[in-house]
């Protein structure tokens, strides 16, 4: 029903293709695998700048929004409302243009590292493919290429988010009160500690082993489609089943060990997060009792800091998603580095005069 035709669909993409200048804007940068994976990102220094300033406007805005909101409702003022409504819609547009930033970067950055990645491997001399596998050679070319976009995300929206989130928080509810700010810096610090740690924990041990399985995985898998095409493989398939078999359950044996070390660890950040909720609402509730706040700030602030705090629980998971890219990068690098080398002209630039 909402099936468009494929012609008009590749006419349609061309359009938008030229629309959001894509053509243009997702370029390729030279990568040095010589060099520190890192540096792949200085190139795009500029727009990640937009990304963060953009995301630091728009976090601190929605973690005082709701009391900005109970504010507007204590004073009985729809000016003050109206204006926290404009700068709602002032935000939605310019994280419009951040979105549109963060793609086109993330993109450029995950075409940098395919392209040199594969080039390096087209390149390299052919000895020494003899010794390689070509399944492990994909499966750490396309998750270094995953990892990289999946670590600009988190580093632009997950770690920045929490950051932003406890500062913009631990001063409102400091000025408003000097033990609630001390309570909520302290509750934020055990938080985060006890999730950055168990996390850094599980991801030194448990992602080196699950990428050892994962690439053994896809070398059996590359394994099989290379067999149908040899008269050997007809007398081999019993024998090449079983092996497929035992490697796929320890791959996914130890993915599943992995995320259920990940998930224990989280669920105890969960217990501790609610603890401290019931610490800052008992706080407020005395404070109403002794008729210090009125009913609508102390909703708001709870609120605020439900709302603020709720993203310290996402620390764990940024902390896992960035361990994982930093071992699967470091990994790519290390393969890349020890796989080999070009030691006679391959392409048109090889034959270029060095200055």
């Known amino acids: 029903m909402f099936k468009i035709p494929q012609e008009r669909l590749e006419t349609i993409q061309s359009w938008l293709n030229q629309v959001f200048f894509l053509e243009r804007n997702i370029k390729y940068t030279p990568v040095d695998f010589h060099r520190s994976w890192w540096r792949i990102f200085i190139p795009f220094r500029g727009q990640i700048a937009i990304i963060l300033g953009v995301e630091t406007i728009s976090r601190v805005f929605r973690s005082l929004l709701p009391f900005l909101l109970g504010y507007a409702i204590a004073e ?47 390149t390299v001399d052919p000895e020494f493919h003899t010794t390689k596998s070509t399944g492990q050679i994909r499966s750490k070319i396309s998750a270094g290429g995953r990892q990289f976009m999946m670590m600009l995300y988190d580093i632009s ?63 059996i898998e590359t394994e099989n489609l290379t067999q149908v095409f ?43 997060y609610i603890g401290s909720i019931a610490v800052v609402a008992g706080f407020m509730l005395t404070l109403f009792q002794q008729a210090v706040v009125q009913e609508a700030i102390a909703i708001s602030l709870v609120l605020t800091y439900v709302s603020a705090s709720s993203q310290i629980l996402q620390i764990g998971r940024f902390t896992m998603s960035v361990s994982e890219s930093i071992e699967d990068l470091n990994d790519l690098w290390k393969f890349i580095q020890n796989f080999g080398k070009r030691t006679y002209p391959v392409l048109e630039s090889d034959n270029e005069p060095t200055s």
């Open 230 to 272: 040899l008269i050997r493989s007809t007398f081999s398939t019993p024998e090449q089943v079983k092996k497929t078999h035992e490697v796929i359950h320890e791959g996914v044996s130890a993915r599943s060990v992995m995320h259920l070390v990940y998930d224990l660890i989280n669920n105890g950040v969960q217990l501790l």
């Open 76 to 122: 009985r003022s729809f000016t003050i409302l109206w204006m926290i409504i404009g700068g709602l819609v002032f935000a939605e547009l310019i994280i419009q243009i951040r979105d549109y930033v963060y793609k086109v970067t993330a993109s450029s950055l995950h075409y940098s590292l395919q392209a040199a990645a594969n080039e390096f491997f087209l």
């Open 157 to 219: 929206f997950s770690l920045l988010g929490v950051l932003v989130s406890f500062v913009t928080v631990s001063v409102a509810l400091f000025q408003f009160d000097w033990l609630l700010g001390l309570l909520t810096i302290g509750m934020f610090t055990v938080i985060s500690g006890v999730s950055i740690l168990g996390n850094i924990f599980a991801s030194q041990n448990f992602v080196p082993f699950w990428i050892k399985k994962r690439d053994a995985w896809n070398t």
